[in-house]
């Protein structure tokens, strides 16, 4: 049972244009949304995070867009650079007792932003 | 170095041998983590753990055993290894009350 679907599986951008990916769950017991960006041969290393409070979250050149009663949240990457090109993964998490956080991963998108 | 660590990096291993798989950590993280990496299935959470001595099964435990003596380390055994247990494996861990999740360099295990 997948309970993070993520969609494209793969996206070719242009250098500076937008990259978006998108990311819908099921479970309403998700309180925590953080994507992931990992580049070939490294383990992945998170990007940004959104909690369900907020509905947009932005750090430099990407933004997570969530919308609550549509259980949907993407990720934006503006002015989209070839050092942007890695894997990106979408997850979905809830508190676990006592603390940290048990993450459900998308499948992953591999983004290639050619110059 | 301080870090999350993994070894080996590459193994490989025949089908029915028993494997062991090492993690350490060196920020004192309470929660630690093991998940599987395949084409199609993104990351799958094996087992974690949230301190020494106290472990939980994830998405996908059968055929994986753990253990966690100590804060710093957590070992995955594949105790009888089968060929659909091929796959990239990632340790990570996580700060006590805190969401990111740090993740080790992983190890790719094939199974012949």
């Known amino acids: 049972q997948q309970q993070v679907k993520q969609s494209p599986q793969s996206l070719i951008v242009q250098k500076g244009g937008i990259s978006i990916i998108n990311c819908a769950y099921e479970n309403t017991a998700f309180d925590y949304f953080p994507w992931y960006q990992q580049f070939p041969g490294k383990g992945p290393a998170l990007l940004i995070a959104i909690r369900p409070d907020v509905s947009e979250k932005k750090e430099g050149r990407f933004t997570i867009s969530f919308n609550k009663s549509a259980k949907q949240f993407s990720l934006h990457i503006m002015d989209s650079q070839p050092g942007d090109s890695a894997t990106y993964f979408c997850?979905?998490?809830?508190?676990?007792?006592?603390?940290?956080?048990?993450?459900?991963f998308g499948t992953g998108t591999q983004l290639k932003v050619e110059l | 170095d301080a870090g999350i660590t993994q070894s080996p990096r590459y193994k490989i291993t025949e089908t029915g041998r028993q494997v062991t798989l090492m993690c350490h950590q060196t920020?004192?993280?309470?929660?630690m983590f093991w998940y599987r990496q395949d084409l199609g299935h993104g990351l799958r959470l094996i087992y974690y753990s949230a301190a020494a001595d106290i472990t939980d099964k994830g998405e996908v435990p059968d055929g994986y055993v753990v253990s966690r003596s100590k804060t710093e380390n957590f070992p995955l055994t594949l105790e009888s290894a089968t060929r659909s247990q091929t796959s990239v494996y990632f340790c990570?861990?996580?700060?006590?009350?805190?969401?990111?999740?740090?993740f080790g360099p992983g190890t790719r295990l094939t199974v012949t």
């Open positions: 997850a979905a998490g809830h508190i676990l007792t006592g603390g940290g956080n048990k993450l459900t």
């Open positions: 990570a861990s996580s700060e006590f009350l805190r969401g990111e999740q740090y």
């Open positions: 920020w004192s993280h309470s929660y």
